[in-house]
């Protein structure tokens, strides 16, 4: 079955940082995924997620800053193949892991994920994305349970399984981005990795070691309880997708659930946050 979805094809100036600046706030509003070209970017979200209104509360595109205009057009499938193809560089984090398409040579990193993002997010070229794999690249990962809340194309979960966790389970509420993942786990050669589509009410009964959720600010206030319901004392959890003003109000609600902060990695005002369970 076909998801519609909505394109937005913004023609910004100056390309860079507009375009930068432009696709942190459209992640943030719930666009779902970006291909950057000369003059902008396109921008998708499901049709069912999109109101007609949706772009009167992005404030950059009408603040005056920068000269955006754009287009918007309603679609089904199309040859993501070729856009990524025309737009997808490979990423590199930290000298230790490259996250690149089927078509780009074998790189010398350590870690190497092979990505066809088609429309889900999580090719690591998002702040949010980048800086969860530095997280995960810090973590002694070898023999625990994850879970990959979100997990978009399955990169994260892919990693996790890469850096040597004995269970992974990769979990997303969008049909899309759950077949997408499916196939990149498969691409990966990934063997204890298990994918699910759905949301936190898939968690009850499970116990993870390291939960992952890169997702959003609301989403994470609604399910961080369900997160710390099934993290093992001792456990972490690594939480992104929110902007560093919004720490405050998400470490409040992880406090009330033993989880305590213990790390923070910032970009481009996006932040991704270590909390650890405490033993109790
Ligand atoms: C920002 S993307 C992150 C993708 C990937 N994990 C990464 O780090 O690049 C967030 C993902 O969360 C999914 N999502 C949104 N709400 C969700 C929910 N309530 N439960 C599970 N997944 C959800 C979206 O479909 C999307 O794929």
């Not at 389970?169 to 589509?197: F, K, P, Q």
Request: aromatic share 10%; glycine share 6%.
């Amino acid at each position: 079955m076909d998801t519609l979805y909505i394109a937005c094809d913004f023609k910004v100036k100056p390309v860079q940082p507009g375009t930068e600046i432009l696709i942190a706030e459209l992640g943030e509003a719930g666009f779902e995924s970006f291909v950057e070209n000369e003059e902008g970017v396109i921008a998708y979200i499901q049709k069912s997620e999109w109101e007609p209104s949706y772009l009167e509360n992005i404030y950059i595109l009408n603040s005056g800053e920068f000269e955006i205009t754009y287009e918007v057009e309603e679609i089904a499938q199309v040859n993501w193949n070729e856009e990524w193809e025309k737009n997808f560089q490979p990423i590199e984090v930290d000298g230790i892991c490259t996250v690149r398409a089927p078509f780009h040579p074998e790189p010398a990193t350590a870690y190497d994920i092979v990505i066809e993002p088609k429309m889900s997010f999580g090719t690591g070229h998002h702040e949010t994305t980048h800086m969860m794999i530095q997280h995960l690249l810090r973590l002694d990962l070898k023999g625990k349970k994850v879970l990959d809340m979100g997990c978009g194309t399955g990169v994260l979960g892919i990693l996790a399984e890469k850096l040597g966790a004995a269970e992974v389970d990769a979990i997303d509420i969008d049909n899309w981005c759950y077949l997408n993942s499916l196939e990149n786990v498969e691409r990966n050669r990934c063997e204890v990795t298990s994918v699910y589509e759905g949301n936190a009410a898939l968690l009850e009964g499970r116990r993870y070691e390291v939960i992952i959720a890169n997702i959003n600010r609301n989403i994470l206030l609604n399910d961080i309880p369900a997160y710390a319901a099934c993290l093992e004392p001792g456990g972490i959890l690594l939480l992104s997708g929110f902007y560093k003003d919004d720490i405050p109000v998400i470490d409040e609600l992880c406090v009330k659930f033993s989880l305590n902060f213990t790390e923070n990695l910032e970009k481009n005002h996006w932040v991704a946050v270590k909390y650890l369970h405490a033993i109790s």
